[in-house]
C-alpha cells in the first residue's frame, strides 16, 4: 500500500471542495447539518486556506487513489502565550478505515509543524475521540494531557511535536 500526502495547490481547491461535501454528509451523524438549496453543505473557511496565513491544506492518497484529507490551522493561545496547530478537519474515506491511513496522515501533518498541537473533538464524536486518543498517545508516547476548554463542547487533547 503506497501511502502518499502532499498539500494541496489553488488549482484543486474544487476536489477539496468536493472531499469536504463528502466529509459533512458523515458528520451529520453528529451534528445538525442541512444542505443548502443547491443541495451542498458548503465549508465556509475553504477560500481561507489559500488566502490566510496559518492555515495547511492536505490531501492522502493510497496507491494513487484519493484517501481523505487534513486541514491544519495555526493560532495564538493567548491563555498560554504562544502558537499552536490544530486539526481543523480530518477526513479518511470510509473505503480506508482501520487501515492506519488516518494514523499515517496524522502522524505527517504533526511532524511537519513541530510545537504545540491542541486537536479537539465533538462530545457527540465519540470514535474520534477514540481515534485521536490512541493516535496522539502513540505518536506523543503518552506525554499529552486531556483538556475542556470553555468555547469547546468535548475533550481536547494537547501535546508537543519535536
Not at 477539496?16 to 454528509?25: A, G, Q, T
Not at 486539526?87 to 502522524?107: H, P, Q, S
Request: glycine residues 8%.
Amino acid at each position: 500500500m503506497n501511502f502518499e500526502i502532499k498539500e494541496v495547490p489553488i488549482e484543486d481547491k474544487s476536489v477539496l471542495r468536493n472531499l469536504l461535501e463528502l466529509y459533512i454528509y458523515d458528520f451529520t451523524e453528529f451534528g445538525p447539518y442541512d444542505v443548502d438549496s443547491h443541495g451542498l453543505y458548503g465549508y465556509k473557511y475553504l477560500d481561507l486556506y489559500w488566502t490566510e496565513e496559518g492555515r495547511y491544506p492536505f490531501i492522502f492518497s493510497v496507491d494513487g487513489k484519493i484517501a481523505g484529507f487534513v486541514l491544519v490551522r495555526r493560532e495564538y493561545l493567548d491563555e498560554l502565550g504562544e502558537y499552536c496547530y490544530s486539526i481543523a478537519e480530518f477526513f479518511v474515506m470510509k473505503k480506508y478505515r482501520g487501515l492506519g491511513i488516518g494514523k499515517k496522515a496524522a502522524f505527517y501533518v504533526f511532524r511537519q509543524f513541530p510545537g504545540l498541537w491542541e486537536v479537539d473533538e465533538m462530545e457527540s464524536n465519540k470514535p474520534a475521540q477514540l481515534f485521536w486518543r490512541k493516535v496522539i498517545n502513540e505518536f506523543a508516547h503518552g506525554e499529552y494531557e486531556e483538556i475542556r476548554k470553555e468555547n469547546w463542547n468535548g475533550p481536547v487533547q494537547r501535546f508537543r511535536s519535536t
